[in-house]
């Protein structure tokens, strides 16, 4: 007879969803299937799961669920519903990104909460980023590197699990080693299975055999310094290197309009093409076929790369930014392209790599050696059943109350301060109700004509305030209705 | 676990015209069987957080009206007798399972009937007005099921004699008089028993609803005999708890195109499911297997490219 088997929970987003944490998923459940009985709470209930694995209406996941659970959450709006349910069943979550402001704003968090979160995390900062975000509706690409909103995150689970010590420390740094003693690293795994043939990929693609290609992969955004690769490119090729440069994957145009930069540059234009979004056996022929893939980041929040992964497994050679995560690679299993002078020394490297391709072949070889050693999916897999196993006794805080609390009062002098009303809603979230009383409505009067803007001076940042009325009775005053936000 | 829903056909003839609030969730055996009746819980403070989540989705009926307990708004006015939150005529028709809950005592004040599970001789007289009692007794010879019927004392009579003339048409119809063994009297003024009980298996009548009748989690609301999913691609039903059987679930749909075709979901998990056509409609159907102590949720998930605008015709359960 064969021993019962403990069923594990999975929320994620699953394929066909354009998202590369759906593929991971679907992957990684393949791994996590030798360990348990597997079902994936996903919001697209025809999502693709292995064979054997279901999907289960989220709504419905807490009905025969056991104590084990994964969450598996990136930065962007296809996670909204795997936050939601990690507020109702807690597990291990996996963060993808440590940053989570984008995922937040898309759920259409309050602005109260953001900025509760913004000011948990780096209350020094928030105090001037949470006023302009409040005052001016000013959300910066500086406040989603400042502000990771993960402590929701890191208090409603058992365990976090991340993808590199980097992102790991950059945590602790925030939250302090307290909130983040749970987080364990889990490096990316590479796919099971071979990828294409060199040969084979080219072919299938059109390509000729002996040409030097250069890649990029996933959605085109500002960070993967797209405008950095361009002009090294038209230094490479103006010095004669014989390449040629294909972007597999789509262009967001409102993030970054890689089309028009590259069409600005006719030298490498000439030699560029952008497919649009690749399903995964036509992302891996490009990865298979390719001499060298480029994987810059700037500034990087520690997020992780898929296509690096599908690299390391094709033996294809990699070039990464020297910063965060990918500062983190074996020097001699990648290129390591520094965050200085980085233009001149990315077109040296492309005119060295595209004269003698060997050399790219030789550095991919030590990446796929060391893709086999470190990020196999078997052993991706139990080192995700020792944080799940380990974690079941680890109990999570508890969900923030949402209900209108009684009415907080506090008397409303002329000296009335800020860190008074600051003490008074300490350590509250959610809804709440404050009276400033004063001894008539005369003294309302005055109070108000003395100091203009009373309430924007005195409200803390995470408070919004909701509505104002004046009470003449049984306390005369201004009773606030106020969202403290939720934690975040 | 048959006696609910043969009770509620019985009853439904008996009382056609009573408003029903069936509190036994997150079960909910009765209102299955009463297309119109609005489903609600008790204690709506014991349900987890998830399971108060997901029943705060539905809606019913034109007017939208929530699931009762789980809605403060719609709760209190309920409770202050609004008619517009009640959904219908008074005085409405409670089910309950065991005790009536403090919570409804303004309702039986002002006179509302109670349909209690259980041995209620133990149980505390309901507040209010002095009521008649039925007594009703269902399921099988081998494992009968008690359940008491609270109602004006000078309607006991005509509700009683109703019940009785049901009884047997629905025998008929139901494996024939020679299955069932159905018997009923009146003990005095104030007190009757009616039996309805299958000799052998237990024989249920198929269950069939219009899309309308059904609670839903759509944004919108139906406005005729169907529910119209518009540009939705998933849907939520809250079917009740039905008794444990091995059964098929069918829904009747109009609109679909049958190359991107939905697939079908009991408490969450997909079904292995057919789709065949009936006429210009088509019905979506796959076997289940059925609890009696849970709400069944029904799921249907249209495909991204399937075309907007179908329409759930209805539902089923049976053979």
Redesign the interface.
Known sequence: MTPARNGLTVWTPLPPERNGIADYSAILLGGLAAHYDCRVACDDWLGLTPAGIAVVDPALAHRGAGPRVLHQIGNNPGHGFVLHGLRGMPGVTTLHDPGLLYLHETMGAAGATIRAGMAAALPGLAAVYGRQHREHGIQTRANHLLFDLAGEVLARSRAVVVHSAYARNRLRLVHGPAATAHVAVIPHFVPPGALPDRAAARARLGLPQDGFLVLTAGFATAVKRFDWLIEALALAIGQGAALRWIHAGAERPEEYALGAAIAARPAVAARAHVTGYLDEAALDDHIAAADLLVNLRFPSGGESSGSLARAFAAGTCCMVSDTAAYAELPRDAVLHLPLTGSVGLLAEALCAMAAEPARAAAIGALGRRHAEAEMALPAVAARYRDVIEESLGRPVAPDAPREVVSTLVLEAGPRLLARDLEAVLAGRRGPCRLLLAVPDLAALADLTLDRPGLLGDLLPLAARLVSVRVEAAPRPGLLLDLDLGGAA | MSAAAILASLLREALPEATVLDFGLPAGRVFPWWPGARCGIADPAAL????A??LR?FRLGPAGLPVCGLDAAADAALLAGAPAALGGVWPPLLVVEGAAPAALTPLLDAGAMLLQHGLTEAMAPPPGPPRGRIMLLGGSVSRIERWDLLLPAAQLGPVFGRMQAAAQPLAAALGGAAQWQIGGRTVMEQLASIGMLALGTEQLPPLRLPGAALAHDLPHLAAGPELPLGTAR?L?LLLGALPARPAWLRLRLRGIDPDLGP?L?L????LDAQLRPEGRDWLLEAPVGLRPD?AA?V?L?L?ERAPPGALLLGLEVGP
């Open positions: 987890p957080p998830a399971e989540a997901l989705r998933r939520r697939g979901f408490d969450g998990l997909r849970r949720v799921g998930a495909p």
